[in-house]
């Protein structure tokens, strides 16, 4: 099994080398068969894996290397923003054709871009050949209490932050055959994982979390299953990118906005404490009367209306 | 980004379920984007991820689907032997192409029976499509203790648990064309990772471990050079596979067993802990003279002798 990176000899050696020089500080503890980390007393390790994988998630003319390397670093993260942690690591496993071997550097910059930018040491990898290029990564945090999505409690206000569509108008364009919008496009190629703002809202006392990689209403619909409860999102509230319909919105992926259910939240705090970041309430947390399951509705003008399906990424794009 | 496993509609989510209910008890907090675990007071947490992708580490038609997915999670949980740590936990990211997807229950089934057979919580996954099956798994552990690779020292006797040669031999028999003896083919399809082994030798002071992946010379290579130190082979003490010469043995990668640098250990009660698995002296540790790189080097009748090289994944098999 090729391992853990490691400093001796050989092939595979020598690309290891170059990307732990690429990484620079942010590569911490690299040489053993596994990396050691420290967890603060009091805390929970939060740990989740993602992968992104060419042709499932991208397409290999729509982004540079860089680009690859920092999305799939920040939808991992994402993962620990959504459950309210702190990232302590994370490693990398990449499966690298060898037409992709040129641009490897570069998409170990992407990933060292978004490490750094968000603080987390790089902690361990592995490199393989492939038919494709893939990146597994995992991710490792902590929090005094994390925010789960099984949490939502009847009474809860649903919180979303940014404004949505702006990564499915960009997949549109592209499937096209067409160029996306440069906002589009940016929201796409440059997300960012939403940290400050998960820790905000464990120290706020929000109760439930989820990331938005499956569109608004599909992870509205699991936060609605897990919590057993209703959600009731307002159409009219949800902020849209520029020229993007909600029904658009609602159904686009790869967002990484967080939807969070919680007691009522100071929005104007929440901007202020984020650079601007907005948060804005969407929707409501009710009931479910008896022993039904969870579900999803919305409304529109006052009025109840259909809700279009989710985001299922099982599927090439 | 194909997230962490849920339990909401869709095909990825079918799939999903299917591996979690093979998994029974074994799989553990799965449905929120990150799970949670504890890490003992006065422990270190310990993680590695390891990539088994299909025509790089294994041929599809060497191995059953349910050896697949043991092997692979075996390999994982080998840098956490090495490390002398204990599992906490692992994750799944599997790449799963189309004509793959029959074998998938399979497959987690024996993921399922490694992790159930070394007591390893199931703790998350990803699941995405692709051309080449791929699990990449990580693994994480505590250890009051960590084993290093950098922390040999002169004076130290090197141990080997286990016989080499098997894995190899197998290996070369499927690349003739002809079949393995049943032996070598179920070192290579059923490993196991030595991780009471390893937890013992934390127990007895030992200094400083790896996995045999990259075969003894190769593995003994970068424990000297990261130790700074002589490692000096005794090739008439490798204990070889029955028919495998001793050169063969000690280019045999995927091995699994343990490398040790420890003082004196008594190698009777070794065995009597571990239901028999050998523990063999195999070398010594010395000083390197002034500021001189780590090496290795080999005896044989107690005259020096030229060793072959190691074994490098970043090829084909």
Redesign the interface.
């Known amino acids: 099994?090729?391992?853990?990176v490691?400093?001796?000899?050989?092939?595979?050696f020598d690309?290891v080398r170059a990307l732990v020089g690429a990484w620079g500080s942010s590569a911490v503890g690299i040489?053993?068969?596994?990396?050691?980390?420290?967890?603060p007393?009091g805390s929970?390790?939060?740990?989740?894996?993602?992968?992104?994988?060419q042709d499932?998630?991208f397409r290999r003319e729509w982004l540079e290397p860089a680009e690859i390397g920092w999305r799939?670093t920040m939808?991992?993260l994402?993962?620990?923003a959504?459950?309210g942690?702190s990232p302590l690591?994370l490693?990398?496993?990449l499966?690298v054709p060898d037409d992709w071997r040129a641009a490897l550097p570069a998409i170990a910059s992407g990933v060292g871009a978004a490490a750094a930018h968000t603080g987390t040491p790089i902690?361990?990898?592995?490199?393989?050949?492939?038919?494709?290029l893939?990146l597994?990564i995992?991710?490792?945090?902590h929090t005094p209490r994390?925010l789960?999505?099984?949490a939502a409690r009847p009474g809860d206000t649903l919180y979303l932050t940014g404004a949505l569509g702006g990564p499915g108008a960009a997949l549109a364009a592209w499937r096209r055959g067409g160029r996306p919008r440069a906002e589009d496009r940016a929201r796409f190629a440059h997300p960012e994982a939403r940290l400050d703002a998960g820790t905000w809202m464990v120290r706020q006392g929000a109760h439930a979390a989820?990331?938005i990689?499956?569109g608004l209403a599909?992870d509205a619909?699991?936060l609605a299953?897990?919590s057993g409860v209703r959600c009731v999102l307002d159409l009219d509230a949800v902020p849209c990118a520029p020229g993007v319909p909600v029904r658009e919105a609602l159904v686009s992926g790869?967002e990484y906005e967080l939807l969070v259910a919680a007691p009522a939240l100071d929005v104007t705090a929440f901007a202020a404490a984020h650079r601007g970041l907005a948060l804005h309430a969407v929707g409501r947390v009710e009931a479910m009367p008896g022993d039904a399951a969870g579900e999803l509705v919305a409304e529109e003008g006052g009025q109840r209306v259909a809700l279009p399906g989710?985001h299922?990424?099982?599927?090439?794009p």
Chains 1, 2 share one sequence.
Request: aromatic share 2%; hydrophobic share 40%.
């Open positions: 099994m090729s391992k853990h490691r400093l001796g000899p050989g092939r595979e690309a040489g053993d068969d596994g990396a050691l980390l420290d967890v007393a929970r390790l939060v740990v989740s894996t993602d992968s992104t994988v499932v998630h799939a939808a991992a994402s993962d620990l959504a459950m942690a690591g490693l990398l496993a499966t902690v361990g990898g592995d490199l393989t050949t492939g038919e494709r893939s597994a995992t991710v490792l945090g994390p789960a999505r099984s989820v990331d990689s499956d599909g619909r699991h299953a897990a790869e989710g299922d990424h099982f599927a090439a």
